[in-house]
């Protein structure tokens, strides 16, 4: 699958985005609301179309900042996994 195929197929998870500008998002927007708000399948599935370094690294400079908008037991699931699973994590 695809990267705009991803996101068309999950546009219900960046509901206040313009339909039109859905497939300009960042990797780092499409990580977010993913991770955020998409279920077990869909983090699968961007693991695998951006890659789970790519991923990580995206996580990672998001909740280096004072301000992020991951809810708490994301940050805290996530930090842990990357910890775990990719080795170069923390970037």
Same mark, same amino acid.
């Given at each position: ?5 991803? /996101? ?8 206040? #985005?313009? @339909?039109?500008?859905?497939? !300009?998002?960042? &990797? ?20 695998? /179309? ?8 995206? #996580?990672? @400079?998001?909740?280096?900042? !004072?301000?992020? &908008? ?22």
């Amino acid at each position: 699958m695809s990267k705009s195929d991803f /996101i068309k197929n999950n546009q219900h998870l960046f509901w206040y #985005f313009n @339909k039109k500008e859905l497939q !300009n998002i960042s &990797n780092a927007v499409l990580v977010e609301f993913i991770l955020n708000y998409g279920n077990m399948q869909s983090v699968k599935d961007v693991l695998n /179309i951006l890659g789970q370094e790519t991923v990580a690294k995206e #996580f990672s @400079k998001a909740i280096q900042s !004072n301000r992020n &908008n991951y809810f708490p037991q994301v940050k805290n699931y996530f930090d842990l996994y990357f910890k775990k699973n990719v080795p170069q994590y923390p970037f």
